[in-house]
């Protein structure tokens, strides 16, 4: 039987933090009990409430519930959420549609396709980026999944016009930038997240979409969704970006995290309470 919803949801800040996010935006004795959620080389790097986690597994049981997120395949798989892994999975900005855990080949070659014809290519943007981001603020240069290209960066170094000048010369070359925290992103205009879930949505058939992110690369599909939510942080807080379908947490941090998983419970169990149509 298919899943009467689908819950879209964005992990970095949104529902998962590292114990720096977590510290920023929360006093410890607040918090409660966390779990780690993700591993690297045996040290825990990210985590949710404990109570995030009861919701979120109880959402995984009853909902289509779909990460979407900017990580490649390989950082995606160092997590481990509540309730297992999911049937979807949206990675790389919509560059991957995970099944099962495996990219399916065809929609990486749409994808690859439909970027080729749009805006400069990704050797054009390195090229840029290596002219204009150097000196000791430049903490490391990544290409993800040869599709993308970031920076991490020293915040108190970083030159004060440096994001808008680099967005301006991107969108000159049909390449959007989003800041994350320390990291600055390029990517192809057509690349996105809300493309990859509407095929998602397609294949899995359900009737309605929930959705939660709080990035300036989640808005696209915050805005097709049903219902969405973010947290008061992060870069669509800094955009004060609004919609008809949005909700606004109280919480900041990790317990917005825990509020959103609450909400995606509350909504899930709305959906199976309404009466059957037709």
């Known amino acids: 039987m298919r899943p009467d919803t689908l819950v879209a949801t964005d992990l970095d800040r949104t529902l998962i933090y590292s114990m720096a996010a977590i510290d920023t935006a929360n006093a410890r004795d607040d918090v409660g009990p966390l779990r780690c959620v993700e591993w690297l080389d045996g040290h825990e790097l990210s985590f949710m409430t404990e109570a995030a986690a009861r919701s979120l597994q ?4 009853s909902a289509e519930l779909v990460p979407i997120t900017t990580r490649t395949p390989a950082q995606f798989a ?5 309730g297992g892994a999911t049937q979807y999975a949206v990675t790389s900005n919509g560059g991957h549609i995970l099944v099962g855990g495996e990219p399916d080949p065809d929609w990486r070659l749409a994808v690859q396709t439909r970027i080729a014809g749009d805006g400069s290519a990704l050797a054009e943007v390195l090229a840029g980026l290596q002219e204009q981001a150097f000196d000791d603020w430049v903490l490391n240069r990544k290409v993800a ?5 970031y920076l991490v960066v020293d915040l108190a170094r970083l030159p004060p016009d440096f994001l808008e000048s680099w967005t301006d010369w991107c969108a000159r070359r049909g390449w959007v930038v989003s800041m994350q925290g320390r ?3 390029a990517l192809p205009r057509s690349l996105t997240k809300e493309s990859a879930l509407a095929e ?3 294949r899995v058939g359900a009737g309605r979409l929930l959705a939660a992110g709080d990035g300036a690369l989640d808005a696209g599909f915050l805005a097709m969704a049903d219902a969405a939510i973010r947290p008061p942080h992060g870069e669509l807080a800094e955009l004060n970006w609004q919609a008809p379908n949005l909700r606004i947490t109280a919480a900041y941090g990790v317990l917005a995290g825990e509020e959103i998983t609450r909400w995606f419970l509350d909504q899930v169990d709305r959906t199976a309470c309404q009466p059957a149509t037709g």
Do not use: E, H, Q
Request: charged letters at 25%; a positive charge.
């Open 58 to 61: 109880t959402v995984a049981g």
């Open 183 to 185: 990291k600055i992103y």
């Open 200 to 202: 998602v949505s397609r």
């Open 78 to 82: 160092r997590v481990l959420l509540p």
């Open 145 to 149: 999944d040869d599709l993308f290209c």
